[in-house]
């Protein structure tokens, strides 16, 4: 949502018209934002030893009743060490901030309850922008949710699947669709945590929508077997 304010140069001192583009969700309660504003001041910041004019603005959620800080830096020029009345800005961050937790349904962390506590770790380290390990984190939840997942239906080969490689255990996933997101999962975690990236084209974000998509295709195999253990009356 672009907003325009009245707010003060800290250099000159004079009131400046600037137009931003409001953060969109209250980095706290994760609610839709509608860039309410308490207070504003445009001043300089340095990052990589450069010198970037900013807009420093103190917003207010109306749904959790808490304020926050959002940064905004210039659109066409964010290294200009000079404000332009036509410059838009947009966000760099805002704090403080929560991580917006994923919700899996109750099965889920009864069959792999530490695929949940990884998961949610590396969904936390993503949110506060630690994107260089958090796919890391995300192919460990994968490992834990495979192997946990073939523990329930193989209890009798525990020793062989918690002691075997990550591909060996995929190959032993029954159903296509499962099999073939947890090993596209581990191709591109291995990129995560190699020096060299083979998929180039794609990145974290993809074992987490990967990831997704195998608790998904779980969940609708645990409610088919619900409905197959119905007996005829």
Known sequence: MRKTITTKNHETGESERISFDSVKKCPLCHAAFNGETMSSALAPFETENRRIYGLYVLHYCQVCGIGFYALYEPKSDPYSSSYSRDTIYTLVGAMPRKPESKDFIAEI?????????????????????????????????????????????????????????????????????????????????????????????????????????????????????????????
Not at 136 to 147: F, G, I, N, Q, S
Not at 166 to 181: E, H, M, N, Y
Not at 198 to 206: E, G, I, K, P, T
Request: proline letters at 3%; charged letters at 30%.
């Open 109 to 233: 962390g009864i069959l792999s309850p530490s695929f949940v506590r990884i998961y949610e770790e590396a969904n936390r380290a993503e949110s506060y922008g630690l994107t260089s390990i958090c796919g890391m984190a995300y192919r460990k939840a994968l490992e834990y949710l495979v192997k946990d997942y073939l523990l329930e239906k193989h209890p009798n080969e525990a020793t062989k699947i918690t002691a075997e490689t990550l591909s060996q255990s995929i190959r032993r996933i029954d159903s296509p669709k499962i099999r073939t997101l947890a090993e596209r999962a581990a191709w591109l975690g291995n990129d995560e945590t190699h020096y060299l990236k083979r998929h180039v084209d794609y990145s974290y974000l993809d074992i987490k929508d990967f990831l997704e998509a195998m608790v998904a295709f779980i969940q609708y195999e645990k409610t088919v077997d619900k409905a197959a253990a119905i007996p005829r009356i």
